[in-house]
């Protein structure tokens, strides 16, 4: 049973032409999480949302925004996706919350292949 | 010097074989250890915590060094189905903070 679940798989969308990747959950976390994965590299976390709170990465281009409307969706709003931006996009969820033991590993949806043309 | 280094590999080994990953960290703030396991195409998976006092999970065994920034995952016995990429994975601070994923290492177990 799918507990993060990402929708399309996979996405084509034009060069310039804004694509959104959504995300939702049903282990009731309170923390969404939305990582870029290139071929062959490490995920990079673009941002997190901590309850509502939205947490930027400092090297995250402007171009990619989200939103959290409630705990169980998280969206990813690529405004002008450039070829640069093909990649797999990943949403993970954990349990957050500081007086728990940060041992709390995330979990991850089986992820967005967007491609460019 | 980035955050979370691991072998480059990629390490092909034969059934049966035992092979060992390392990894090394640079905030030495960190607090959580984990090692994920990433399929072709797919997305990482927990594989295990990774504890102070060191810890074992059937053929797998996770070890951590807080003075050398260092941890390892030894595989026992490899199976063709261990076969996959091998993230080390790292929070950066105590609490919520966001986890920070090496590169991975790929592993192929050959028959």
């Known amino acids: 049973d799918a507990m993060v679940i990402q929708n399309p798989r996979y996405q084509v969308t034009q060069f310039g032409k804004p694509v959104t990747l959504s995300c939702s959950q049903t282990?009731?976390?309170?923390?969404m999480y939305w990582y870029q994965q290139k071929s062959s590299q490490a995920p990079k976390l673009l941002f997190h949302y901590y309850d509502k709170d939205f947490n930027n990465e400092a090297d995250t281009p402007d171009n990619f925004q989200s939103r959290r409307p409630n705990t169980s969706f998280c969206f990813l709003d690529i405004r002008s996706p450039g070829l640069g931006d093909a990649a797999m996009y990943l949403c993970?969820?954990?349990?957050?919350?500081?007086?728990?033991?940060?041992?709390?590993?995330?979990?991850f949806g089986d992820g967005t292949r967007l491609s460019i043309l | 010097r980035k955050e979370v280094e691991q072998d480059p590999g990629p390490f092909n080994v034969p059934e049966g074989a035992t092979v060992a990953f390392n990894c090394t960290y640079s905030n030495s703030a960190s607090q959580s250890f984990f090692w994920y396991r990433q399929d072709c195409r797919k997305e990482p998976k927990l594989l295990m915590s990774?504890?102070?006092s060191g810890n074992e999970d059937g053929r797998f065994t996770a070890q951590l060094n807080r003075a050398s920034q260092y941890i390892s995952l030894l595989i026992r016995d490899s199976k063709l189905s261990d076969s996959a990429t091998y993230l080390c994975?790292?929070?950066?601070?105590?609490?919520?903070?966001?986890?920070?994923f090496g590169k991975g290492t790929r592993l192929s177990v050959i028959a």
């Open positions: 994975v790292v929070r950066r601070n105590s609490g919520n903070t966001p986890l920070v």
């Open positions: 282990l009731n976390h309170n923390v």
């Open positions: 993970a969820t954990s349990r957050g919350g500081y007086s728990r033991s940060g041992n709390q590993p995330q979990h």
């Open positions: 990774v504890y102070s």
